[in-house]
């Protein structure tokens, strides 16, 4: 279903390099080859990842459970988003 990450078309221009996609419940993050993160599907669960965009730099990992995303930087710290209900603030 397009409303939980099922169409990535908004997104499909900048999704090359891709080296990881997560998943969660409603939505999918991508890693892409220069650290960036792109994400799409539901913003209740993710999908839009854009109030921590510019802390999403240098990502290494992406996991993400029922309706959050967590990213690991390079240095070590945490970056979180999507439902604050499952860890997303």
Known sequence: ???????????????????????????????????????????????DSSEVQDELRNVQQVSGNSGAFAAILADGSVVTWGSPAYGGD
Not at 14 to 42: K, Y
């Open 1 to 47: 279903s397009p409303a939980y990450g099922g169409d990535s078309s908004e997104v499909q221009d900048e999704l090359r390099n891709v080296q990881q996609v997560s998943g969660n419940s409603g939505a999918f993050a991508a890693i892409l080859a220069d650290g960036s993160v792109v994400t799409w599907g539901s913003p209740a669960y993710g999908g």
